[in-house]
């Protein structure tokens, strides 16, 4: 693990989800982009309707705690982008050149249902990402990690780095690690892979 991108909305729960990120960062000796996208369609429809309305500067909010990591881990590599445009694209764009091999996020952001897990956001990116996405649960607040449930549409992948963060995890933290399979139908499985083992914890590559 080597660079973990981590969207800020500026919510209680993004301000857990950085300090999840900065707990795994250091352990893993990797860095952090802290991200916050915004539109201006959106502004302007808060703006007008009084709806979601915050008073919170994003760069001010950022730098706020980014100045604080600093303080109390000069070592830890950080930085901030703002960047005006939809959340999904941008963050895949990111991703791409930063060649980040994490994402972790809050599961809810401002302002979301709180009956559901995933908030809106959290869900696209879960679902567009190429690579694994840690989503921190609403009012968790980091001690250790003791249980992953990892998600997966399939549990077969062509390239075995795509599971190296939740490789190191499992190495850095030894958590309880369960396999949540949500395809209703298992694909077939291409000519070189590699399969997860939720019982071992390794990657396996398998060959048909």
Not at 85 to 99: A, F, I, M
Request: with cysteine; proline share 6%; net charge positive.
């Amino acid at each position: 693990m080597k660079h973990i991108i981590v969207p800020v909305d500026l919510s209680k729960n993004s301000k857990e989800a950085l300090r999840y990120a900065v707990h795994v960062a250091r352990a893993a000796n990797a860095e952090i982009t802290v991200v916050h996208c915004y539109s201006l369609l959106l502004k302007a429809v808060i703006y007008t309707t009084k709806k979601g309305y915050t008073e919170k500067d994003a760069e001010k909010w950022i730098q706020k705690r980014l100045t604080k990591i600093r303080l109390k881990h000069p070592e830890q590599k950080i930085d901030s982008k703002i960047i005006q445009g939809d959340v999904v694209d941008s963050l895949r764009r990111l991703v791409e050149v930063t060649h980040a091999d994490l994402v972790i996020m809050g599961c809810q952001g401002a302002g979301e249902n709180l009956e559901t897990f995933l908030g809106s956001t959290s869900g696209a990116i879960v679902k567009t990402t190429n690579i694994p996405v840690l989503v921190v649960p609403p009012r968790f607040k980091f001690n250790g990690i003791n249980r992953v449930v990892f998600a997966v549409k399939n549990p077969f992948v062509r390239d075995q780095r795509t599971l190296d963060p939740i490789l190191d995890i499992k190495s850095i933290f030894n958590p309880h690690v369960q396999m949540l399979h949500l395809g209703e139908d298992q694909p077939p499985a291409p000519d070189q892979n590699y399969q997860y083992s939720p019982v071992d914890q390794r990657c396996d590559p398998i060959r048909q």
